[in-house]
Nanobody, 115 residues
Framework: QVQLVESGGGLVQPGGSLRLSCAVS????????MGWYRQAPGKQRELVAS???????NYAGSTKGRFTISRDNAKSTVYLQMYSLKSEDTAVYYCWSGRFSLEYWGQGTQVTVSS
């Protein structure tokens, strides 16, 4: 059974930082591309950042320079370090894994940026 379990979400003030983690089991993590998506209320789910199995990272324009995605293949975990958080970053953040036509999603973790 494939599981993607996110953690690290919560309430943070504008300008603050958070680190999200996604622990993956049930697949050979190292051969999968990984990513983080988010969905704000009333909006479509959007890509935040992705990282290939070879470690090449890609970022959405709104997060570039503020967020960093990384992976630890030994721990089967992908991270999203978020800095300089803004109110518009408030959303449910979902972990994603994909390889060819296969893809899996986590249940999501809420990130709320508010004073």
């Amino acid at each position: 059974q494939v599981q993607l379990v996110e953690s690290g979400g919560g309430l943070v003030q504008p300008g603050g930082s958070l680190r999200l983690s996604c622990a993956v089991s049930g697949i050979l993590f190292s051969i999968y591309d990984m990513g983080w998506y988010r969905q704000a209320p009333g909006k479509q789910r959007e890509l935040v950042a992705s990282i290939t199995r070879n470690g090449i990272a890609n970022y959405a324009g709104s997060t570039k320079g503020r967020f960093t995605i990384s992976r630890d293949n030994a721990k089967s975990t992908v991270y999203l370090q978020m800095y300089s958080l803004k109110s518009e970053d408030t959303a449910v953040y979902y972990c994603w894994s994909g390889r060819f036509s296969l893809e899996y999603w986590g249940q999501g973790t809420q990130v709320t940026v508010s004073s």
